[in-house]
């Protein structure tokens, strides 16, 4: 019985220390990561969501917190007026996990510009196919007035045989959509204050 609870001892220290190094790791970390996934991963979304250079764009980031939620925007300027929206949030309900997406919005008309996919854990060769340009093109052009949907009626026709990365896809689009509509005014005031 002794050694069954030093054992669960042994244990339970390495297991603390465990996650104590790596809660450590990965807060002195964060500003580290954060860099090179707007490098490697932002940037080049941003660049096919605006067509300029990402090193234009990157600098215009901002975060903006509503509901409990922390969203990265980024935002395009002609002169002094902001015209381009690209907001970021996670869709909820992927098969494994959320999907991470960015959508360009053009202010001026209302409209979606595209999307990106920046992160996911989908299944590779089935889910991984919301990256596809086939899928993601359907975005183009749709109101941010009007909530997307998928399926019959809707303007989205899901990937077969991934329902689920398609729907969280879906999800994470009405939650920007939600947030655009509901705080345009808010971000906009933040982006000058940034700008300033």
């Avoid at 605006?50 to 939620?69: C, E, V, Y």
């Avoid at 595209?114 to 749709?142: C, D």
Wanted: charged share 20%; net charge neutral; glycine share 10%.
């Amino acid at each position: 019985m002794r050694e069954i609870v030093k054992l669960v001892v042994v244990l339970g220290l390495i297991c603390g220390l465990s996650a104590a190094a790596l809660t450590f790791a990965r807060q002195s970390l964060a500003k580290k990561i954060e860099t090179q996934s707007d490098l490697y991963v932002r940037g080049p979304a941003l660049q096919r969501l605006f067509d300029r250079p990402a090193d234009q764009l990157l600098q215009n980031k901002i975060t903006f917190n509503s509901g409990g939620g922390s969203y990265t925007i980024f935002y395009l300027t002609e002169g002094n007026e902001i015209t381009a929206l690209a907001v970021e949030a996670p869709g909820p309900g992927g098969y494994s996990g959320d999907v991470l997406i960015m959508i360009g919005l053009d202010l001026t008309t209302n409209k979606m510009l595209n999307i990106e996919i920046i992160q996911h854990s989908e299944t590779p060769g089935v889910g991984s196919r919301i990256e596809k340009a086939t899928f993601r093109k359907q975005w183009s052009g749709l109101s941010a007035d009007t909530p997307v949907r998928m399926g019959q009626g809707g303007q989205i026709d899901a990937i077969s045989g991934a329902t689920y990365s398609s729907r969280a896809v879906v999800a994470g689009t009405n939650v920007i959509a939600d947030l655009i509509q509901n705080h345009r005014d808010d971000i906009l005031e933040a982006i000058k204050a940034h700008q300033s």
